[in-house]
């Protein structure tokens, strides 16, 4: 359960950022360039995509680290 909850916030926030990008479209066209908002989109989304999937894959991993020392650390009170 907890290598599918905590990381939802990174495409969360990159969704919002996208948002918040699309809806400053009049601005960005009118006083930096004309559609320049579908490539701050294009960046965003890509790397809110490259990061959420890395960092899946760390806190999995140390999810199951954290579980394996625990359950080395039981064994190894229990022995005595």
Do not use: H
């Amino acid at each position: 359960m907890l290598c599918s909850t905590k990381p939802i916030a990174i495409p969360c926030g990159g969704l919002a950022l996208v948002f918040l990008i699309r809806e400053l479209d009049y601005f960005l066209d009118t006083i930096v360039a004309d559609n320049v908002w579908q490539i701050l989109i294009a960046v965003v989304g890509s790397l809110a995509v490259a990061r959420t999937d890395s960092l899946v894959r760390w806190w999995c991993d140390l999810v199951r680290f954290c579980a394996l020392r625990r359950s080395r650390t039981v064994l190894d009170v229990d022995r005595g």
